[in-house]
């Protein structure tokens, strides 16, 4: 088994220019910072209708009430402003952007235990066919090697994102390497586990990751 | 009525018609119907929630926001992404939680914190339960 960079074409030429925004860099250093209220404001501001950032302040009081802690309301304030800016491209791009803003905060939250953490990777085995599309985030660890498709929303997991993660790992046992492969998906739990209860492909190895339990990606043993 | 449950029914009739719209994606009809399915009695739970206790400052004008915000939402696409988002937005401005079905109790929820964050993080009172 071995990693490589995946080849480039137009569309990930134009996505690569995204995921260098330092937009996209900003607002992943604040949600790895942040706390799970905060990620929800998140989420429901790029996927909101309104840009008007005191809407967005009365929805949340517990992050810009007069209860909340003067350095609470600080960060909740950047991370709104973050959202916001990516709210406001088109519907198009927002979408794009939204995808990036986790493929990196993923890519942080798993630099803070691993080193070799990186980007828009293709796993090749002897023999196999490659697979058409990159991973999002690889840990390239020779010990421990791990794989992460990143979603937006629950409504992101489908048949093929969790075969090409199940066969990755599938082909790396037939080879004695133990290939960690997950899902992350900034998205309730709850709804990313309905999602996967419908789907026929095998998943019973993946594991997933959802916004409540992301930082879990950093920790030791993870 | 109480405050409470007013607000929690006016946030379940919101997601009703939030559901009937995100319902006429053909094909997510399954993934939409497990969804309302399990959010809205987790939702209506929400209204005993904390009985007893008047609503936390800016909890009713939250979620009166939250569903004005759900109410402008034309495209059935984005219908489906504020399904899962809009029970934990609730949740958070009225202080209860939506993450397991509705009279089941959170694993640990009972137990003694063991892993309080630190008395000098600012924070500290958002990586407290119930807001984790």
């Given amino acids: 088994m071995r990693f490589q960079d995946a080849a480039r074409d137009a569309r990930a030429v134009v996505y690569a220019g995204i995921q260098a925004d330092p937009l996209v860099a900003r607002l992943a250093t604040l949600l790895a910072e942040a706390a799970a209220s905060e990620r929800w404001m998140a989420r429901a501001v790029m996927n909101g209708e309104r840009t008007d950032p005191q ?14 802690p003067a350095a609470v309301a600080d960060h909740a304030e950047r991370v709104l402003a973050a959202s916001l800016e990516v709210a406001n491209r088109g519907e198009q791009v927002r979408s794009q952007y939204r995808g990036a803003v986790v493929e990196e905060l993923t890519a942080r939250l798993l630099a803070r235990r691993a080193g070799a953490v990186k980007r828009e990777r293709r796993v090749l085995f002897d023999g196999i066919p490659a697979e058409i599309h990159p991973y999002d985030v690889t840990v390239e660890s020779a010990e421990r090697p791990e794989v992460y498709d990143c979603k937006w929303g629950a409504r992101g997991i489908n048949a093929d994102v969790l075969n090409q993660l199940d066969d990755a790992r599938a082909h790396a046992a037939e080879e004695g390497i133990e290939l960690r492969v997950a899902i992350v998906v900034f998205d309730a739990r709850r709804s990313a586990e309905l999602r996967l209860d419908r789907s026929t492909a095998r998943h019973d190895e993946t594991r997933l990751v959802a916004l409540e339990s992301i930082d879990e990606l950093a920790e030791a043993g993870a | 009525m109480t405050a409470r449950a007013d607000v929690v029914e006016r946030a379940a009739a919101a997601y009703r018609a939030l559901a009937d719209l995100a319902e006429t994606i053909e094909d997510e009809w399954q993934y939409v119907t497990d969804l309302t399915d399990a959010y809205m009695p987790s939702l209506e739970a929400l209204a005993k929630a904390d009985s007893g206790r008047p609503l936390p400052a800016g909890a009713a004008e939250a979620v009166h926001e939250a569903i004005a915000e759900i109410g402008l939402i034309a495209d059935p696409h984005r219908a489906i992404d504020w ?18 079905p509705a009279g089941v109790e959170k694993p640990g929820a009972t137990e003694p914190e063991s892993d309080e964050p630190d008395d000098d993080s600012p924070f500290r009172m958002l990586l407290r339960r119930p807001d984790r």
């Fill in chain 1, 55 to 68: 809407t967005w302040r009365r929805i949340f009081p517990s992050l810009f009430g007069e209860a909340a």
């Fill in chain 2, 83 to 100: 399904l899962s988002t809009f029970p934990h937005v609730v949740a958070l401005a009225l202080g209860g939680d939506v993450d397991e």
